[in-house]
């Protein structure tokens, strides 16, 4: 099959060697991969665990402890039981694009402005010439080209922004998460192979993308010093975060056509995380391709339960109340004095506790938090 892929980030590439090892000729169009992304770049347990992409041999940074704030005073610190890494976009975007040329695939840097429907498939211009294939593959991210031809665009509201910095330097191990009162979203610090990448997602509003600027940039100053953004390189990127009434008109694929990773709106609703669907939603439809239904309704087995259960502690995550306080501060503090809540705690950030699971898991682990409390076991 002729088979077109809009988009070179990690969903696109990986999905173009799949097809392409099965014998599919591959075209990839992107206009600047390998890119940049303002995101922390953090890669979960349960990726490194079943996404062999990740095995191979490109720059990643084995992370030894994270540390959870909120606001200035109060923190835990979780050492992961099983890998958790941080890789460079860049790095991993330049690796994958190798594999795909060696693995056959073709790719073009253009960018897509124009997309015909043919009676058995598409036809998209290109510079100096046009492609015609008979499958459209759109992993062009949250404001994809091929979703708003195709589909349905992402709504607005359904859209939270990153913005970050990339800061020369070398720094211990550790990723910092910093919860904020009274603020939707979260700052990072990811150490990375020679490079401290800071960042920030939250919902967007009208005017907020520059006070965001200035509370990140705060922060750092704050660590590192009034110096430090001096040779920082500054990235914004939307990433898709739907709410549990978008899943419902979700439309990912249709005939001779579908979306993968952030062009699906496959990220995490809480956190932004997206790298673990990327790379899934990509291994799905490689061994779906040409079967749109099959293909939807495995991503919803595999990733949509999850994503939407996300979506739906949203809001409790961010603005609920938990013993007359911010729910994120009560969590933290308790894991503070529960080395039981503690390791739930840890393995919801390295992806081994599922969102679906974690209600059940919390409470049959009542009776053990509580003892953890009263005998103060850390």
Known sequence: MRIAVVGAGPAGTWAS?????????????DPQAPWEKPCGGGVTTKALATCAVLESQF?????????IY???????SVTPQQPIAVVSRRDFGKYLLEEALKSGVTFIKHRINHIDALHDGWKIPLKDSA????????????TSYVRRTLGTPIAPEDLCMTLGYFIPGNVPATMKIYFI???????WSFPRQNHISYGLITRTEPGWTARAKVLLSNYIIAELGPDALENAEFYSAPVPCLAPRSWQKN??????????????????????????????????LANTIGAPEQYRSKVMA?????????????????????????????????????????????????????????????????PAIGLDLLSGRR
Do not use: C
């Open 181 to 187: 009162p009274s603020f939707e979203g979260y700052i």
């Open 70 to 76: 909120f606001g200035d005073k109060t923190s835990v």
């Open 131 to 142: 492609l015609t294939v008979e499958f459209l593959i759109g992993a062009d991210g949250a």
């Open 17 to 29: 060697i799949l097809l392409a090892r099965r014998g599919h000729s591959v075209t990839l169009i």
């Open 251 to 284: 439309e990912i694929s249709g005939e001779r056509w579908a979306l993968i990773g952030d062009a699906a709106g496959l990220s995490d609703p809480i956190t932004g995380e997206g790298i673990y669907s990327a790379l899934r939603s990509a291994e799905i």
């Open 302 to 366: 595999d990733l949509g339960r999850e994503l939407i259960r996300a979506s739906r502690m949203y809001r409790r995550f961010y603005r609920g109340r938990f013993l007359g306080g911010d729910f994120r501060k009560r969590t933290i503090q308790l894991s503070i004095r529960s080395r039981t809540l503690k390791g739930i705690l840890g393995n919801l950030i390295a992806g081994n506790q599922s969102y679906v699971g974690l209600k059940k898991k919390l409470f049959f682990s009542i």
């Open 59 to 67: 720059p990643k940074r084995p992370i030894d402890n994270i540390k």
